[in-house]
């Protein structure tokens, strides 16, 4: 097939001249036609000029008039005069210049066009056999295409493998999830180009299989890097699964058959859904969907509303994953109150990124440590934002005396208080507004004027 | 459009003073015109007169105002100014591509004779032009038109009656994959997530159904109702067994109702924007459910697996792992990053052919560069085999096949370690091109 074509090749087959020379012999011998036809138009040139002698005449050629004898209007005259006039056909007057025909070249035109005409066509015949016989092996060619394409992905997960610095993952059929100093791929690539440093490494250990902690809730700080260690062990998984090299010392991955990552409060303006309620729709996705093999990434659930609501919310999210779903999960959380709950739940770890307070600044250490981190340090992070002092200091005696409150009515209470999540607890009936407005009237101390409008307002709520 | 002309016929050529008898006259060419455009009445009809793609009436307006080029008028068509507006022929793609882009579909007519013919007919003739193709955003064969390193996949969508299952085929023309599917109904968005169809044809009666449109709406692919008679089963089993030559779509493992029905309709709609030549397809496979990880629209734009928040891809992790040389493997790699398997062992499979390209540093370079220079032969294959291509695309061809050849001798381990079975099958493959060509 290399032989059929030649190196520079037009776009369309009608534009010709793309079969190789010596490729086919009738092809040749048309192409040498016509190329033999310009070689007996200069050979005419040179005897027009010797029987007229005019140094100046040119045989030429354009698409109004084909190949024409062109000469200088004085010389032009000559040629229209006897004995000239019997050969030469008078065609044009210019400016500066005459055109002839003649009855030789009219008759080489035609011959050059008509082999130049069936060269094409030809040509053509040439391509249409091609495409041919291309089209018979199409199963081949599709198979080796397919085949290249897995060679170039195999060869560039090779060469990521090395350039990355990427080790092979072991995966199985167990619910394991042990990584051991794991990396973002992504974010790693960004901090090398920018020289921001070095990425720091986490283990992360969600083993779903016995003894191990299957859930680990993540606190600490905004900016402290929760979200890049969560999204880390979700890529890792996605990576390894799709059969490439990882970003870890070592990565132990029991497979995983379905993958969520929420983040808390992603605005859906278009679809004119609030934060919240978008939020809730995607957690309960998660709670009717997640199996024992899935892996569930949540970034603060619950934050699209109150603070109270969103705390239940998580709470019974997190208590429904580790009894229900019972599938493998990282759960960061600003709800602090949250990190009771791992005395409750055997499967559930409280990690956190860990901050070091240096002359009143926070300063981010990228590392997952155990246990519950202390506080959030969002008046910190509020400075490095550059909120106005003023600000900072009246937020700092808002949040003491906030604390003080907390001590006295203490929330550490609540995973006591509450019964442990009963899976099969029947939702308490809905109390009708009437009854519920009712309950909370004292009859004793309204006016007759009073109890009347009472009862308009209980008759609207029926 | 056509009821300007309607409304045009009844008043226009009365109140329009001078020469009413004029302004009534429709003119040879604009009567053909209106014959195609009436074939044609959901794309833009490019008309093709010399050098140039015209456009008329509203289609101008829209493509005038897509394109940013100028409206003019040509003449009168029952006493009204016909807006035109034109692309030359030779820049033609670069329009294309913008107006498919922004969803538009475009019927392309060429002229199908010589003109000298049409003056053979008479002195007032037209030549004759048919419409050759339908340019739809899922039936792109054109390397100019495709995004090399994506798949372009055309959906079908049906839900039987009451069910809560879907039958989903999909293909790419510019590559002759397809599949099949029945997933459940709560498995669209998911399913729509990974594959990322680039157009989907349903029935116009499933738009009604929320469960059905409110995920297909939320994809934003481009959507192409039809009539629910060209999604009929029996029609599409016949299709697929007279294509495939085949006694019946069963053959393939193609068992209810709904699937042969969806992929007998992904099939006629090719044929009909093709007009009539089918490109080489590899006959419909039933596309395994479970045999990848399931992950929800939000999950992906929330890890920024193939594309960033902000719908970017440099930052997403496709961009960060995506070191393929060639627009085949791009295309693989993206597919195989949208959906990771849950099979360990073919997992291993894959992560065997990994380790030998890791372990043998030089081989890999060598190899890379080899294919780095291979051009991207399934996509100039379907140009061939629809009567697009051009030399260029055998040449292609040609030259693919011998960076297969040179592929298929090198890959000998020089290390200790032996060969992973994936990468023997690749070689065995390779090795094919010595035959027949």
């Known amino acids: 097939m290399a032989a059929s074509l030649k190196d520079e090749l037009p776009l369309m087959a009608r534009d010709g001249s793309f079969v190789r020379e010596a490729y086919d012999k009738d092809l040749d011998e048309l192409r040498a036609l016509s190329d033999n036809g310009r070689r007996v138009i200069a050979g005419l040139q040179a005897r027009y000029i010797s029987d007229t002698n005019f140094k100046s005449l040119k045989i030429k050629h354009n698409n109004v008039l084909g190949y024409f004898v062109e000469l200088s209007p004085a010389a032009g005259q000559e040629l229209l005069k006897s004995p000239h006039a019997a050969n030469f056909i008078h065609r044009q007057t210019m400016a500066n210049a005459m055109r002839f025909t003649t009855a030789e070249l009219a008759d080489i035109e035609s011959r050059m066009a008509v082999a130049g005409d069936r060269a094409t066509a030809l040509e053509l015949e040439i391509f249409t056999k091609l495409v041919a016989r291309i089209g018979e092996q199409a199963d081949v060619i599709t198979n080796i295409a397919s085949a290249l394409a897995e060679t170039d992905v195999a060869a560039a997960l090779g060469e990521l493998a090395e350039t990355a610095n990427l ?295 029926t | 459009m056509n009821e300007t002309g309607q409304q045009g016929w009844i008043f226009e050529g009365e109140a329009s003073g001078a020469s009413p008898r004029d302004d009534l006259r429709v003119t040879p060419m604009m009567s053909q015109f209106m014959e195609i455009k009436a074939a044609n009445p959901a794309s833009l009809l490019f008309y093709r007169m010399g050098d140039f793609y015209e456009l008329f009436f509203e289609d101008a307006e829209i493509a005038s105002r897509a394109l940013g080029i100028t409206l003019t008028k040509r003449g009168k068509h029952l006493g009204q100014d016909i807006a035109m507006c034109g692309v030359p022929v030779h820049a033609a793609d670069e329009y294309l591509e913008r107006l498919i882009r922004l969803g538009h579909r475009v019927a392309v007519c060429e002229q199908t004779e010589d003109p000298a013919e049409a003056k053979k007919r008479g002195a007032k003739s037209v030549v004759r032009r048919e419409v050759i193709r339908l340019v739809t955003p899922g039936t792109l064969t054109e390397d100019t038109l495709l995004d090399a390193r994506r798949h372009n996949y055309l959906m079908c969508i049906l839900r039987p009656k009451g069910a809560y299952e879907l039958a989903l085929a999909w293909l790419d023309i510019s590559t002759g994959d397809f599949r099949v599917a029945t997933i459940p109904l709560s498995g669209l968005g998911t399913e729509l997530a990974r594959l990322d169809p680039g157009e989907i044809i349903l029935p116009d009666t499933l738009l009604a159904d929320e469960e059905v449109a409110g995920p297909v709406k939320h994809s934003n692919a481009p959507l192409s109702p039809l009539p629910a ?37 992904l099939l006629d709609y090719v044929s009909v924007t093709q007009v009539g030549r089918l490109p080489k397809l590899s006959h419909p496979r039933k596309d395994e459910q479970g045999g990848t990880v399931l992950m929800d629209a939000a999950t992906r734009t929330n890890l920024e697996l193939l594309k960033t928040l902000t719908g970017e891809r440099k930052g997403s992790l496709l961009d960060a792992m995506d070191l393929t040389v060639t627009g085949a493997g791009a295309r693989l790699f993206a597919s195989r990053l949208a959906g990771p398997l849950t099979d360990p062992a073919a997992i291993h499979a894959r992560l065997d052919a990994v380790a030998f390209f890791h372990g043998e540093r030089n081989l890999r370079k060598d190899l890379r560069r080899e294919l780095s220079r291979a051009p991207d032969i399934s996509r100039a294959l379907a140009r061939l085999t629809l009567g697009r291509g051009g030399p260029r695309d055998i040449a292609a061809i040609g030259q693919g096949l011998a960076s297969a050849r040179m592929i298929a001798q090198a890959l000998v381990p020089t290390g200790l370690g032996s060969m992973p079975a994936e990468i023997i099958a690749a070689r065995e493959c390779l090795g094919q091109s010595d035959q027949g060509l």
């Not at chain 1, 890097?225 to 029991?254: C, D, E, Y």
């Not at chain 1, 058959?257 to 679809?271: E, I, K, N, P, Y």
């Not at chain 1, 919240?276 to 892996?295: H, K, W």
């Not at chain 1, 006591?416 to 004292?442: G, I, M, N, R």
């Open chain 1, 167 to 461: 080790t092979r993952p072991k995966v199985d059929a167990s619910r394991a999830f042990a990584m051991e100093q794991a990396r973002h791929l992504v974010v790693e690539q960004a901090l090398a180009h920018s020289r921001g440093g070095t990425f720091i490494a986490n283990d992360c250990h969600l083993s779903a299989d016995e003894g191990g902690h299957p859930i680990w809730l993540v606190t600490g700080p905004n900016m402290a890097g929760k979200s890049t260690f969560l999204r880390q062990n979700a890529l890792i998984a996605v990576m390894a699964q799709m059969g490439s090299f990882v970003p870890a010392k070592s990565a132990h991955i029991g497979v995983i058959d379905r993958l969520f990552s929420r983040v808390g409060a992603a605005d859906d303006l278009a679809r004119g859904r609030s934060t919240f309620m978008v939020e809730m729709v995607e957690t309960a996705a998660i709670l009717n969907q997640s199996g024992p093999r899935a892996l569930v990434i949540l970034d603060e659930i619950g934050r699209g509303t109150a603070t109270f609501d969103g705390l239940s919310i998580a709470w019974a999210c997190v208590e429904h994953l580790h009894e229900v779903n019972q599938c493998r999960a990282l759960f960061a959380t600003h709800f602090h109150e949250l990190t009771r709950l791992s005395q409750k739940l055997s499967g559930l770890k409280n990690v956190s990124m860990t901050v070091r307070e240096w002359q009143g600044e926070v300063i981010f250490l990228h590392e997952v440590a155990d246990g519950a981190a202390d506080r959030s340090y969002g008046i910190q992070v509020a400075r490095l934002a550059g909120l106005p002092p003023a600000v900072l200091t009246r937020a700092g005696q808002v949040m003491q005396m906030l604390e003080e409150n907390a001590q006295k009515n203490p929330a550490s209470d609540l995973a006591h208080a509450l019964p442990l999540f009963d899976a099969h607890a029947k939702p308490v009936p809905a109390q009708h507004p009437a009854l519920a407005k009712l309950a909370e009237t004292s009859p004793d101390q309204l006016t007759p004027r009073e109890a009347l409008d009472l009862l308009y307002v209980l008759k609207q709520l």
């Open chain 2, 229 to 265: 008679v060209r999604f009929d089963s029996t029609t599409a089993a016949r299709r697929l067994a007279d294509h495939f030559a085949i006694a019946a779509p069963e053959a393939y493992g193609l068992t209810s109702r709904a699937e042969i029905a969806a992929a007998g309709a």
